[in-house]
């Protein structure tokens, strides 16, 4: 099939440079209002596309993708993760899922890192201090104490790309790093970073006095930290999350923080299919917490390769080939 004719339907709007380019290319349909569409109105708007290109708003589950019309033969996911895709029901069906993987690690780590600044100096708690008249109560010796960060250890949970960034970045803020992944990472990387390896997460958590998540939410991951291993913790550390809501027991995580049985947390993404966790919203509200609204990947310069990375598997895959960031049933990853 031409790249020319073949029929794209965009469920959500796009940077402006991305939506230009893939008008140039293909035939496009874009979203006309920029919400997110329930399962009938996404089923009806892809009837007679041959390309769906989704975002992480999207729920595409065995239902959904059952009721596909036949048209539909890619899901284009404008993003990295693919929770919202049920990757098994589509390759069932025959049809080809992709996502955009490496594109925004940069951007995560810098997110991340935020967190890890944020939470123990306090910061946007000391940005609201001042009201907007300019009044203030002034300085004192005790006031707005935060902890230090250069000499604290940093965890990693998953050293891959986003992991390795973090680290880099916490380095130079004077941070030790640890980390635990399925596999140790090769010399190369572990000795310019003077990170130690632990086979064992209770261990290194036990060590750590922040804790950053950098692992995909698999069968393995889900509520990977559960209410055992946030008690491990000590309890002036605290948990830093830009991945996915999944990997942490929320209440039990709220549950900790109210008790002073864990100093907080920095959060970049939670558990928001229905509402978010009203314990969390009122441990931000009283600045015991930092809660961000899924920030990590928000610049211009990485959407923009968000979508020229979905462009590239589009044409590839009209093209008849392998498409380079095909997402496989077995693994749910590339």
Known sequence: MSTSTARIFV??????????????????????????????????????????????????????????????????????????????????RGVAVTNTPSVLTEDTADMAMAL????????????????????WPGWSPTWMLGRRLGGKALGIVGMGRIGTAVARRAKAFGLSIHYYSRSRRPPQIEEPLEAAYWPDLDKMLEHVDIVSLHTPHTRDTYNLMNEDRLKRMKRDAFLVNVSRPELIDENALASLIESGELSGAGL??????????????????????????????????????MGETVIVNIRVFLDGHNPPHRVLPESGTR
């Open 11 to 92: 469920t959500r709007r796009l940077p402006a440079p991305v939506e230009q380019r893939m008008q140039a290319l293909f035939d496009v349909t874009l979203s006309p209002d920029d919400k997110r569409l329930e399962a009938d109105a996404l089923i009806a708007a892809a009837a007679g596309h041959d390309v769906l290109v989704s975002t992480i708003t999207d729920i595409i589950d065995a239902e959904v993708i059952a009721r596909l019309p036949q048209s539909v033969r890619l899901i284009a996911q404008f993003g990295n993760g693919i929770d919202n895709i049920d990757v098994n029901a589509a390759h069932q």
């Open 116 to 135: 890890i600044l944020s939470v123990p100096r306090r910061l946007p708690e000391g940005a609201t201090v001042i009201p907007r008249d300019g009044t």
């Open 268 to 305: 970049d993404v939670v558990n928001n299919r229905r509402h978010i966790n009203p314990r969390l919203l009122a441990l931000a509200r009283d600045n015991r917490i930092v809660l961000t609204p899924h920030m990590a990947s928000s610049t211009l310069e990485g959407r923009v390769e």
